[in-house]
Nanobody, 119 residues
Framework: QVQLVESGGGLVQSGGSLRLSCAAS????????MGWYRQAPGKQRESVTT???????NYADSVKGRFTISRDNAKNTVYLQMNSLKPEDTAVYYC?????????????WGQGTQVTVSS
């Protein structure tokens, strides 16, 4: 079993910054992809950004130039640096990881951390 634990959410004013962290633990052989999704009230969960084991990244157009994802493979941890935050970034942010454990491979999700940006 694999657990993902997020931290770093909170309340920030528009234009401010926050840094989210997500640490994976458990029976991990390889973490292929790590990433962040978010879900705002009344909206579907959407992909924010992902990072592969080789360091290649993808970003949603809405966060390009403002958010930066990084990972520490030795610590099985992914980070999300969020700058120039806007009220529309308010959401619950979920960490996800595609993990190989023994012979199996699947996606795991964290419990989510609230990010609130006030105008």
């Amino acid at each position: 079993q694999v657990q993902l634990v997020e931290s770093g959410g909170g309340l920030v004013q528009s234009g401010g910054s926050l840094r989210l962290s997500c640490a994976a633990s458990g029976s991990i052989s390889i973490i292929y992809v790590m990433g962040w999704y978010r879900q705002a009230p009344g909206k579907q969960r959407e992909s924010v950004t992902t990072i592969s084991i080789d360091g290649s990244t993808n970003y949603a157009d809405s966060v390009k130039g403002r958010f930066t994802i990084s990972r520490d493979n030795a610590k099985n941890t992914v980070y999300l640096q969020m700058n120039s935050l806007k009220p529309e970034d308010t959401a619950v942010y979920y960490c996800t990881a595609r993990v190989r454990t023994g012979p199996g491979e699947r996606a795991y999700w964290g419990q989510g951390t609230q990010v609130t940006v006030s105008s």
